[in-house]
């Protein structure tokens, strides 16, 4: 069964950068995609961004296209997020998670992420973006 364990979280001023991790354990990466998402107090569970291993393909929510982006290392089974930019509003628990995508379809064919549609969740990890 696959395990996702997130790092790198903390706080950040406006305008900063931080790095969340998700290493993997159980399974490899190669057909499953990878998703970031968050929650905030009172806001429901959003997709940040997602990558699949089977394609490549990426998705970014609109409210942080061209300041986060979404990598994989396949060797060491590990997801990042690159966050650049950061502001106030994307302080929040972000989560990674995992679902299967053997036929390498999902992100192309799916109109609106969903967090039912993954499988396995790490524990989160707390980004806060203040002054």
């Known amino acids: 069964q696959l395990q996702l364990v997130e790092s790198g979280g903390g706080l950040s001023q406006p305008g900063g950068s931080l790095t969340l991790s998700c290493t993997t354990s159980?399974?490899?990466?190669?057909?499953?995609?990878i998703g970031w998402f968050r929650k905030a107090p009172g806001k429901e569970r959003e997709a940040v961004s997602c990558?699949?291993?089977?394609?490549?393909?990426?998705y970014y929510a609109d409210t942080v296209k061209g300041r986060f982006t979404i990598t994989r290392t396949n060797a060491v089974n590990t997801a990042y997020l690159q966050m650049n930019n950061l502001k106030p509003e994307d302080s929040a628990v972000y989560y990674c998670?995992?679902?299967?995508?053997?036929?390498?379809?999902?992100?192309?064919?799916?109109?609106?992420?969903?967090?039912?549609?993954?499988?396995?969740w790490g524990q989160g990890t707390q980004v806060t973006v203040s002054s």
């Open positions: 998670a995992a679902r299967s995508d053997y036929s390498g379809t999902y992100l192309g064919s799916t109109l609106r992420i969903k967090s039912t549609d993954f499988t396995s």
């Open positions: 159980g399974s490899t990466l190669d057909y499953k995609v």
């Open positions: 990558f699949s291993g089977g394609n490549g393909r990426t």
